[in-house]
């Protein structure tokens, strides 16, 4: 009976164990996710940052690497797909599933030849 309960704990905690930050400029920035209503709910999952600015947060990432050898093993052993190269080692990447960007992201940030990794961020824009 001891084990079951233990083993139960793990899964519970195994299965809410998404982060709920990200790092920017090798600092961690705490996310708080939202409740809020978007016109297409399956794209876009949001959150609102430290200084309370909401951040939309889809399947994409921003990826810079120190060199180009590393982009087809980052590419294979994370499950990305290359959207776009945004200038010298710089792409855009796309995850196979939008909950585990902030995941993904975060263990990207954790390699040594990353240079850094966020999500593509969505703001809402405001009008002057």
Same mark, same amino acid.
């Given at each position: 009976m001891k084990n079951i309960i233990i083993l139960f704990?793990?899964?519970i905690q195994y299965g809410c164990a998404n982060d709920n930050y990200y790092y920017k400029n090798n600092?961690?920035?705490?996310?708080?996710?939202?409740n809020k209503a978007s016109r297409d709910m399956s794209k876009i999952n949001y959150y609102e940052n430290n200084q309370g600015v909401v951040l939309?947060?889809?399947? $994409?990432? !921003?990826?810079?690497?120190?060199?180009?050898?590393?982009?087809?093993?980052t590419l294979s052993e994370f499950n990305l797909t290359l959207e776009k190269?945004?200038?010298n080692n710089l792409y855009l990447v796309r995850t196979a599933?939008?909950?585990?960007?902030?995941?993904?992201s975060n263990n990207l940030n954790k390699k040594e030849y990353i240079e850094y990794a966020h999500?593509?961020?969505? $703001?809402? !824009?405001?009008?002057?």
């Open positions: 704990i793990v899964l600092q961690k920035i705490n996310l708080t996710p939202l939309g947060i889809t399947d $994409k990432l !921003m990826l810079k690497l120190k060199d180009r050898k590393f982009l087809d093993n190269t945004l200038g599933d939008k909950s585990l960007t902030i995941d993904i999500p593509d961020f969505k $703001k809402k !824009m405001i009008r002057r």
